[in-house]
Each structure stands twice: as C-alpha cells, then as structure tokens.
C-alpha cells in the first residue's frame, strides 16, 4: 500500500479527474460519495449494508460526538472505527458548521466559540485546539481544521472571518499530534470571487494533505456554488484531494466533478429515505407515500441493481410507509445511497475512458 496519506492521479478528462487517496484503513478511489454517519451511524443503515452498497467512507460528525456520547468514551472504547465497527476509512468535521448553525445560541471571540447544547442547553466551548483533540480521540483517518461558516452574501463580516479562519487553521495545525489523521484546510470566501481565490491561496500553500471547500450549498444559488468552483479549483494543487463538503444531488456531482472536486458528503440520501422519498439518477425524486403508488408494480427505477430495486416494488414501499413500518427508512436509504455511490463509480468510468463530458450530458439529457 502507498504511505499514508499519498494521492496519485490516474487520469483526468478535462478538470474531472481519476485518483487514489490512501489512508490508514483503505485506499479511497476518487471521485468519492460519502454518506453521513452524524452520530456515528448512517441513519437506518447497518455498516454491512453500507458496505454491499460499495460505500467506501463514512463521515461523522465532531459536535454531537462530543456532546454524547462523549469523545473520551470513544477513545476508550478503543476509537471511532472500532466503536462504530466501520472498517473503512472515515472522516470527521471539526464541529464548526453545526456550532455556528446554532444561531443566537452562540458567542464567537478570537479564542473560540462558546454554544449552548442542543440537547439540554449546557454551555460548552470549542476552539482549534479542543476541536484538534476531540477528532483525535475519536481517531478518524481525515480530520478538518475548526473554521467560522459565515453568511455566504455579508462581505464586511467575511474578510473578519475570513482573517480569524486563518488563524485558527494555524492554531489546527500546531495542536494535531497524530500522524495517522490527515488534517484539511478549509477554504471559505462566500460567494465572493476575490475571497475565494485569496483563501484558496492561503490553505494551498500550507501543504496540508488535502483541502476542503466549505461555506457552499449554504442557500446560495446553484450558478454562485458553481461560479466558486471554477475560482478555487484551479488553484487548489493537482496532487492532493479537494472536498466538496455537504453536497449530495446528481446534479452537484456531475457539476462538482467537472470543476476537478473529488469527495462529496451529504446526508441527502438518507434524510429523504426517513421521509418517504426515492432519488432518482434523471435528478427527480418520488414520493412513495402519494396514493398513486398504491397498486404499482414496478421498481423505483427499473434500471437501478441495488437491493430495493430488485426486490420490492413501488406498491410495497407506500405500504411500509402508510403502516410505519421502519423498514421503510432502510429500503429507500439502501437506494438513495446506492445511486450516488454507483454515480461516483460511473463517473470514475467516464474519466478513465475519456467521456466524462459526453457522460454526464447523458445523464443531464434524461432530465
């Protein structure tokens, strides 16, 4: 196996590309769909069916770890891969989304962010430092710096965060002590073209071991997520991963794959499988509680070769639904994942055949 940590092209296709990223528990092939396993469980799924699925990362979240079941209980049940029983390499926020998505429930200062839990209200604080420590005691394989998420359009507010971001990357940077966890920069701007390039400048020339793209998919419109894309990608190096974090439709695959990103997280998937609903690869979407799905006999998408797919039909699906059944959330989950996942290795198809252009307008055409 390659050194930890080492990310080698095998092919690109105009800025899409084709790339192995080792990591202590496994070689991710690139590009990646990670699905979301907040609190250390992707919802409804078990990690043997994620695994069939042919998922091959797992994301989990640093904030709700924290405050249950705790870091330092996970680090004594022997760590995140053993106490999720994930074999596969994971990856970990830093917490910073969630603390700052916590609204007037939070206090920002140059040290840190003090927040209120959501659970019971208590008061907690996270700086570079202690969001450093928390991901090492959960022991994730990729690891990201504790940056601010500010509001995409407030431009005087971004280039303060944008100098406190720098800082505490640094402050990251300083307290990571595990050489077996690869720690992300983050590069924020907004949707700010001017911004986004001097970030990505900033995180690129720290030699991280790879860089992730955050602030976007943030309520900004689809053209603006793209836009900055096209700003950052160019100036991010060619020879380490970049992360699109919290994106997960067909259509922000294909877009962010074409721009050169190459790991994609989102909990999508799973979030509409618990409300009754099917992605479908034409980017639509069914809502199997609706009557007409009542006597229909067919698959969700009779092209698709997941387990759901293969084995129950439409009418099967709204009955679990209508009854409450919990198999419902799985059955819809185990499809919803298994088509992003099988998109990202579709995708990897194209580019190694040097069609990814005329693919992703084949999927774009179906619409």
């Known amino acids: 196996m390659p050194a930890p940590f080492a990310f080698e092209l095998d092919a690109t296709d105009g800025r899409a590309r084709v790339g192995r990223f080792s990591t202590p528990h496994g070689i991710l092939e690139t590009p990646v769909f990670a699905p979301v396993g907040t609190a250390a469980s992707v919802k409804a799924l078990t990690p043997a069916q994620l695994d069939d699925l042919g998922a091959t990362l797992v994301l989990a979240n640093t904030y709700h770890l924290y405050l249950r079941p705790g870091d330092d209980l996970v680090a004594q049940m022997g760590g995140l891969h053993r106490f999720m029983a994930w074999p596969g390499p994971l990856l970990t926020d830093s917490g910073g989304f969630q603390v700052f998505s916590l609204g007037d429930t939070r206090a ?11 659970i019971d209200g208590s008061t907690h604080r996270f700086t570079p430092e202690r969001s450093i420590q928390i991901q090492e ?33 640094a402050r990251c940077i300083a307290a990571k002590t595990r050489p077996d966890q690869a720690l992300f920069g983050i590069v924020q701007g907004g949707v700010f073209p001017d911004l986004r390039a001097r970030s990505a400048e900033y995180v690129a020339g720290l030699g991280l071991p790879g860089v992730a793209i955050g602030g976007l ?3 900004e419109k689809k053209e603006e997520m793209n836009a900055m894309l096209d700003v950052v990608t160019p100036i ?28 994609f997280d989102c909990v999508l998937p799973t979030r509409m499988g618990r409300n009754h609903s099917a992605m479908l690869r034409d980017g639509g979407r069914l809502n199997l509680k609706n009557a007409p799905f ?14 759901t797919c293969q084995t129950f039909s439409r009418a099967y699906l709204r009955h679990l639904i209508v009854a409450g059944e919990m198999l419902s959330a799985t059955l819809l989950s185990i499809h919803n994942v298994h088509m992003l996942v099988q998109l990202a290795k579709d995708m990897r198809a194209a580019i190694l055949e040097g069609r990814f252009e005329e693919f992703s307008k084949e999927v774009i055409g179906n619409w």
């Open 108 to 118: 920002i200062d140059e040290d840190g962010v003090t927040f209120k839990s959501h």
């Open 137 to 169: 005691n959960l022991g994730a394989d990729i690891i990201m710096a504790f940056d601010e998420c500010p509001p995409p359009y407030d431009r005087a507010y971004m280039e303060t965060s944008l100098a406190r971001t720098y800082a505490w990357l």
């Open 217 to 219: 998919s943030v309520g």
């Open 236 to 263: 991010l190096p060619a020879d380490k991963p970049r992360y699109l974090m919290g994106v997960g439709t067909v259509e922000d695959l294909l877009a962010g794959v074409a721009r050169g990103i190459d790991i």
């Open 294 to 307: 009542a006597r229909d006999e067919a698959p969700i998408d009779a092209a698709c070769q997941c387990y």
